[in-house]
């Protein structure tokens, strides 16, 4: 795992980590994206409607409707000049919608209406 999880994070192709309940495809992708230098977004789409991981919708006094950030994602994900991971943890545990919202992450590159940075890495968990 520690090599396709490399692979990675220098190429910037998604991966999808598939394994058993428990045997620590999460912790160990923390430890091995944090000893690589990238900061750490993990998000588990049951904890979230499909519209909050996304980020809520808002209206600016201009009366234009807006995103704004999700609350599990930070400014790096972003910014072209910081190595970043998204880590999308219990994919197969989540709703059909959420799966969705997670998905245009995963395929389209795209959070909250926003292109990430291209050098933020997506990797996926499931069980």
């Not at 990675?8 to 598939?18: D, E, R, V």
């Not at 990238?38 to 909050?52: A, R, T």
Request: glycine letters at 12%.
């Amino acid at each position: 795992m520690d090599w396709l999880v490399g692979k990675c994070l220098s190429t910037g192709i998604p991966l999808l980590i598939w394994g058993d309940p428990g045997v620590g495809k999460s912790a160990r992708v923390r430890a091995i994206a944090r000893g690589a230098g990238f900061s750490f977004y993990p998000v588990v789409g049951s904890h979230y409607s499909s519209d909050e991981i996304h980020g809520p919708l808002y209206v600016r006094p201009d009366g234009q409707c807006h995103r704004a950030l999700p609350d599990w994602a930070g400014p790096e994900i972003w910014d072209p000049a910081t190595p970043t991971l998204v880590f999308v943890d219990e994919l197969t545990t989540c709703g059909a919608l959420q799966q969705a919202a997670l998905l245009r992450l995963l395929s389209d590159r795209e959070l909250g209406g926003r292109e990430i940075s291209p050098r933020c890495r997506i990797i996926a968990a499931a069980n």
